[in-house]
């Protein structure tokens, strides 16, 4: 057999080291090694000092679940997001993430795919794993998510969407003021003909941003026809196929509030693709405010939440609970505010017209 380790290079250890290998090592007993490295009683000097040699040289990490299950806890939490690839959620990971990383909690994130069974299943996969709590964002709330959250027995947060089954600790912007918002924005620039891309009907964060767009017309005394609102699924994709629909109409709007930013992004797109100049011809806004908003062509207008506040709120509400044990639930309700860029502007009193004449001259081309 030949050595192939590359020479100047040390070997790495192929098994992992125990406690009883530190303890055989150090030439102490076991009992020694573990109130040398947990702090937990007294150990000359001298007994410590070859502790930490023989743990160093071997290698030794203490095992953190073992630790963990003789005092009950092994300070990691568990989250998980329907999407992990959309920036929003990205951003309020991060959030959890700091708070966790300071309170000297570690995360474990799990990622759902936007697939309520998959949610169900990886709940009771964190909760073997004993995890101390868990943070969720919901794909909804349909009775597999439900019976897998009752049945956690653990300290649960609710982000962004709420399930009214389960009575838990919740954090969440309010979506539908929120859509008030973007929606009050485009009917004081003078636009009067203002369409929803809504997100999915089933999501809570969906119905009560159209709830919001849907009370700011009202205020304006402004009644919005059927195919004024295009459901979509918070993807580019989905924004895009919405937006082409709205302009096929035989009155096309002349502004479209667009309840995510990714949806936003495909919108712009597609507005794009037929010929349509936003904000000369149309007018779009957003809801999230990811960093990518600011990069679209043209910038996008969009209602911001504070992302990452929802996930250092989210992650300090469990910590709370863990360390308060209290039993009635919290809601944490934070409020939107817009960001005005480039993406809106007033109406040219003949609008209509122009994008009548836009989608014309494409379909001629």
């Not at 040699?53 to 679940?65: D, I, T, W």
């Not at 997100?199 to 941003?209: C, E, V």
Request: hydrophobic share 40%; aromatic share 4%.
């Amino acid at each position: 057999m030949t050595d192939e380790t590359p020479r100047g290079h040390a070997a790495l250890p192929t098994g992992r080291a125990s406690i009883r290998d530190v303890a055989a090592r150090a030439g102490v007993s076991v009992t020694t090694v573990s109130h040398t490295l947990n702090g937990t009683r007294f150990v000359s000097d001298a007994a410590k000092a070859k502790v930490h040699e023989a743990a160093h040289a071997l290698g030794y990490v203490p095992s953190e679940v073992a630790r963990g299950l003789k005092h009950n806890t092994t300070r990691t939490l568990g989250m998980l997001v329907p999407n992990n690839s959309n920036p929003y959620f990205a951003e309020i990971i991060r959030g959890v993430e700091h708070h966790c990383y300071g309170a000297g909690y570690s995360l474990l994130l799990c990622n759902s795919n936007d697939d309520p069974q998959q949610q169900a299943d990886h709940l009771r996969v964190l909760a073997e794993r004993r995890v101390d709590g868990i943070v969720l964002v919901a794909s909804g709330d349909d009775d597999a998510i439900v019976a897998a959250c009752k049945d956690l027995r653990l300290p649960l947060v609710l982000v962004d969407r709420e399930i009214d089954a389960i009575a838990v600790d919740l954090i969440e912007v309010d979506h539908a003021a929120g859509g008030e918002l973007a929606t009050s924005h485009l009917l004081g620039l003078g636009h009067a003909r203002v369409a929803c891309i809504v997100g999915p009907a089933d999501l809570r964060p969906s119905q009560q941003r159209e709830a919001g767009w849907r009370r700011a017309l009202e205020r304006a005394g402004v009644t919005p026809r059927a195919d004024e609102i295009v459901h979509g699924d918070f993807s580019p994709q989905g924004g895009a196929a919405a937006m082409r629909r709205l302009l096929q109409s035989t009155q096309p709007p002349t502004a479209v509030f667009v309840c995510n930013d990714m949806m936003a992004i495909g919108a712009l797109h597609a507005a794009h693709e037929a010929g349509i100049e936003v904000p000369r011809q149309l007018s779009v806004v957003g809801f999230d405010d990811i960093e990518l908003a600011a990069y679209t062509s043209p910038p996008l207008t969009t209602v911001a939440q504070p992302k990452e506040a929802i996930g250092t709120g989210a992650a300090g509400l469990l910590l709370e609970r863990l360390r308060e044990g209290r039993t009635a639930p919290r809601r944490a309700v934070l409020q939107p505010q817009l960001h005005l860029r480039a993406s809106t502007a007033r109406p040219p009193a003949s609008n209509a017209m122009m994008i009548d004449h836009a989608l014309n001259t494409k379909a001629s081309k």
